[in-house]
């Protein structure tokens, strides 16, 4: 097939890819990058970060400067390969590893219907849509997968080596547990993997799809130790050196394999930046918010198209477009077409990119947060339907969004911080209406997430003690010890009640340890020790974080901590007077996804501010004591 191509070119020099002979199917590259915001590259406006690769394949390509993912990660995985927002396939929000839910096998994704065309399909990098087996990218489609299967700050203590890892997956099967340091090969493992699939299969003149969802830019951040100092902006700057330059060794790969003007390249970004990470987190540019929220810096990413020939050099669009719309596009190009009875929301984008059309047929882009709907886009105008989140891991939400009803006019004020809903009762009106018929559309046709029955950790790991102890068995305090590990269903039920936490440690003085930890970024309380102070914080589970902290002295200490029953966060240190948070209503709004861990955090972190350092002191006292009902 290429080489009937590349003669009908020799013999006619001004004939373009463009005009392709109809049997010509193009090959499909997607590099996604995980959490890197829309100002983090030059081609959107990065003073910081040098991107030259990303430079010319904007200046070769075209710029989508209204492309949207989801707030999270599964969720926007999920997205991309369906062609659905994410709960209408029911990935609300984010899979941990050993969970019994993933992406449904009976979802037919892009790979799915690629393969079905005859092409070769890979996955190489970051999977995040479940790490059982039966969710894993040889099950979705895929003929073959490399990479780490959910997000790198999932690590899990190794009982063979006693360290905290994550797994590297050849396949279905586990190819090395990495400890951190090892995660500074992956970028350049994945990219050397591209490569070669890239070049095998242009010699055997069979189309390709080639899905590259990097682990950049997600923290722990790990450049290769060649990238390390390289930038003028620290780690983060140093690690999109990195990505910058296995784009140009993906798009070297198809030059040099002679098939870049028979491929369409898609780079694009799975959220916002996690800006409450600091210096370890990317920027939002002009837009405002951050991953894990519905404003425009959550969900809005750097996005370029790049196919020489074909999308017409230099070229910028402002068509309201996203992950959603890459399974009609692709599969359309390819010469297929949907299903018809299985619903998607994605929309096909072949005319923008040819230049042809300045928006698709799509009449709204709908924001969901998880599972709730709340925001909807119409042309310039953005109608917030509920209160926001201005991102993941930050404190303080910003009086003005806790309204909703919010208008704004993207076209003239992109940041979102003027409410013209005053002034356009009928446009508030009209999204209103457009967000409840999507609502209840999305309800009515809703389709199941994945499930087995018996998930099971994808290496040996210590943390599986907790299986000792039967599920849903209550703690037994007066027997608990550091390194211990219990589900939520066996600590008492902390949703919406007030509750106390009380304790007494020996601590060796000045130190950053955790003394305990009960669930994640969305939901959930931890305790841990910061220099010379005990710090409580509570994460509600509406992308809000409150913390208090009292001052410690060496030696033992007897400590309570919780929720009053105003919902204000309480911290009393041996008979000094508690310390309180300025406000109630911290309730913890569903049980926490994560486990309980005594002395350690054995997933992610409750506050971003948390050390990571297991506590080294003695533990002499714990237990959770809550109202019943």
């Not at 390509?61 to 993912?69: E, H, R």
């Not at 959220?271 to 809005?300: D, F, I, Q």
């Given at each position: 097939?290429?080489?009937?191509?590349?003669?009908?070119?020799?013999?006619?020099?001004?004939?373009?890819?463009?005009?392709?002979?109809?049997?010509?199917?193009?090959?499909?590259?997607?590099?996604?990058?995980?959490?890197?915001?829309?100002?983090?590259?030059?081609?959107?406006?990065?003073?910081?970060?040098?991107?030259?690769?990303?430079?010319?394949?904007?200046?070769?390509?075209?710029?989508?400067?209204?492309?949207?993912?989801?707030?999270?990660?599964?969720?926007?995985?999920?997205?991309?390969?369906?062609?659905?927002?994410?709960?209408?396939?029911?990935?609300?929000?984010?899979?941990?590893?050993?969970?019994?839910?993933?992406?449904?096998?009976?979802?037919?994704?892009?790979?799915?219907?690629?393969?079905?065309?005859?092409?070769?399909?890979?996955?190489?990098?970051?999977?995040?849509?479940?790490?059982?087996?039966?969710?894993?990218?040889?099950?979705?489609?895929?003929?073959?997968?490399?990479?780490?299967?959910?997000?790198?700050?999932?690590?899990?203590?190794?009982?063979?080596?006693?360290?905290?890892?994550?797994?590297?997956?050849?396949?279905?099967?586990?190819?090395?547990?990495?400890?951190?340091?090892?995660?500074?090969?992956?970028?350049?493992?994945?990219?050397?993997?591209?490569?070669?699939?890239?070049?095998?299969?242009?010699?055997?003149?069979?189309?390709?799809?080639?899905?590259?969802?990097?682990?950049?830019?997600?923290?722990?951040?790990?450049?290769?130790?060649?990238?390390?100092?390289?930038?003028?902006?620290?780690?983060y700057g140093d690690w999109v050196r990195e990505v910058d330059w296995s784009v140009g060794e993906i798009l070297g790969a198809?030059?040099?394999?002679?098939?870049?003007?028979?491929?369409?390249?898609?780079?694009?970004?799975?959220?916002?930046?996690?800006?409450?990470?600091?210096?370890?987190?990317?920027?939002?540019g002009p837009l405002r918010g951050a991953k894990g929220c519905t404003l425009e810096g959550g969900v809005r990413v750097p996005?370029?198209?790049?196919?020489?020939?074909?999308?017409?050099?230099?070229?910028?669009?402002?068509?309201?477009?996203?992950?959603?719309?890459?399974?009609?596009?692709?599969?359309?190009?390819?010469?297929?077409?949907?299903?018809?009875?299985?619903?998607?929301?994605?929309?096909?984008?072949?005319?923008?990119?040819?230049?042809?059309?300045?928006?698709?047929?799509?009449?709204?882009?709908?924001?969901?947060?998880?599972?709730?709907?709340?925001?909807?886009?119409?042309?310039?105008?953005?109608?917030?339907?509920?209160?926001?989140?201005?991102?993941?891991?930050?404190?303080?939400?910003?009086?003005?969004?806790?309204?909703?009803?919010?208008?704004?006019?993207?076209?003239?004020?992109?940041?979102?911080?003027?409410?013209?809903?005053?002034?356009?009762?009928?446009?508030?009106?009209?999204?209103?209406?457009?967000?409840?018929?999507?609502?209840?559309?999305?309800?009515?046709?809703?389709?199941?997430?994945?499930?087995?029955?018996?998930?099971?950790?994808?290496?040996?790991?210590?943390?599986?003690?907790?299986?000792?102890?039967?599920?849903?068995?209550?703690?037994?305090?007066?027997?608990?010890?550091?390194?211990?590990?219990?589900?939520?269903?066996?600590?008492p039920d902390l949703v919406k009640k007030p509750f106390t936490i009380f304790g007494g440690i020996e601590t060796k003085g000045?130190?950053?340890?955790?003394?305990?930890?009960?669930?994640?970024?969305?939901?959930?309380?931890?305790?841990?020790?910061?220099?010379?102070?005990?710090?409580?914080?509570?994460?509600?589970?509406?992308?809000?974080?409150?913390?208090?902290?009292?001052?410690?002295?060496?030696?033992?200490?007897?400590?309570?901590?919780?929720?009053?029953?105003?919902?204000?966060?309480?911290?009393?240190?041996?008979?000094?007077?508690?310390?309180?948070?300025?406000?109630?209503?911290?309730?913890?709004?569903?049980?926490?996804?994560?486990?309980?861990?005594?002395?350690?955090?054995?997933?992610?972190?409750?506050?971003?501010?948390?050390?990571?350092?297991?506590?080294?002191?003695?533990?002499?006292?714990?237990?959770?004591?809550?109202?019943?009902?």
């Amino acid at each position: 097939m290429f080489l009937r191509l590349h003669l009908l070119l020799f013999a006619f020099p001004g004939f373009l890819p463009f005009a392709q002979a109809a049997d010509a199917k193009p090959n499909f590259v997607v590099i996604f990058i995980d959490d890197m915001g829309y100002g983090d590259i030059e081609p959107f406006g990065s003073k910081v970060n040098r991107t030259p690769h990303l430079n010319r394949m904007a200046e070769e390509g075209m710029k989508l400067t209204s492309f949207y993912a989801a707030p999270v990660c599964s969720a926007s995985r999920a997205q991309l390969l369906t062609g659905c927002y994410a709960p209408r396939v029911s990935v609300p929000g984010v899979f941990f590893p050993a969970g019994k839910n993933g992406l449904n096998p009976e979802e037919k994704t892009i790979a799915d219907y690629l393969k079905e065309l005859g092409y070769a399909t890979a996955c190489v990098g970051k999977w995040h849509v479940g790490d059982q087996v039966d969710f894993l990218p040889t099950r979705q489609g895929f003929d073959s997968y490399f990479g780490i299967p959910y997000s790198n700050d999932m690590q899990r203590t190794s009982s063979g080596s006693g360290k905290r890892v994550t797994p590297l997956l050849r396949d279905e099967k586990v190819a090395e547990l990495l400890e951190d340091e090892g995660q500074r090969r992956v970028t350049r493992e994945y990219t050397e993997e591209a490569v070669s699939f890239i070049e095998r299969e242009a010699r055997a003149e069979k189309p390709f799809f080639l899905y590259l969802p990097h682990t950049a830019m997600h923290v722990p951040l790990f450049p290769h130790k060649d990238f390390v100092g390289s930038s003028s902006n620290g780690v983060y700057g140093d690690w999109v050196r990195e990505v910058d330059w296995s784009v140009g060794e993906i798009l070297g790969a198809l030059k040099t394999s002679g098939v870049e003007r028979e491929t369409l390249v898609i780079f694009t970004s799975d959220n916002g930046p996690w800006a409450s990470k600091g210096k370890a987190g990317g920027v939002s540019g002009p837009l405002r918010g951050a991953k894990g929220c519905t404003l425009e810096g959550g969900v809005r990413v750097p996005t370029i198209a790049w196919w020489p020939g074909r999308v017409k050099a230099g070229a910028s669009s402002d068509a309201i477009s996203g992950t959603p719309d890459l399974l009609p596009t692709f599969v359309t190009l390819a010469g297929g077409k949907p299903d018809p009875s299985i619903k998607i929301d994605g929309y096909d984008l072949t005319q923008v990119l040819d230049g042809k059309a300045d928006q698709t047929k799509r009449e709204a882009w709908y924001y969901f947060g998880g599972n709730n709907l709340q925001a909807v886009r119409s042309g310039p105008w953005k109608l917030a339907v509920t209160a926001q989140s201005i991102g993941m891991g930050f404190k303080d939400k910003p009086e003005d969004l806790k309204k909703k009803g919010r208008l704004y006019n993207l076209d003239e004020e992109i940041g979102e911080t003027t409410d013209v809903a005053a002034k356009h009762p009928e446009v508030v009106a009209r999204l209103t209406a457009l967000a409840a018929a999507m609502e209840l559309e999305i309800k009515e046709n809703k389709r199941p997430v994945g499930v087995v029955k018996n998930p099971v950790m994808l290496y040996p790991s210590s943390q599986k003690r907790r299986a000792s102890v039967r599920r849903g068995k209550p703690v037994n305090w007066s027997k608990v010890k550091l390194g211990d590990v219990f589900s939520s269903g066996q600590v008492p039920d902390l949703v919406k009640k007030p509750f106390t936490i009380f304790g007494g440690i020996e601590t060796k003085g000045k130190v950053n340890e955790v003394v305990m930890a009960h669930g994640g970024t969305q939901v959930g309380y931890g305790l841990y020790l910061k220099e010379e102070n005990l710090v409580f914080a509570v994460s509600t589970g509406k992308g809000h974080l409150e913390r208090v902290q009292a001052p410690v002295d060496p030696g033992k200490v007897e400590f309570s901590a919780g929720l009053d029953v105003s919902g204000r966060l309480f911290l009393k240190v041996g008979k000094r007077q508690p310390i309180q948070s300025d406000r109630g209503n911290h309730w913890i709004t569903r049980v926490p996804a994560e486990d309980f861990s005594m002395g350690f955090d054995d997933a992610h972190a409750v506050d971003p501010q948390a050390p990571k350092a297991r506590f080294s002191g003695k533990l002499l006292e714990i237990r959770v004591n809550a109202p019943s009902k």
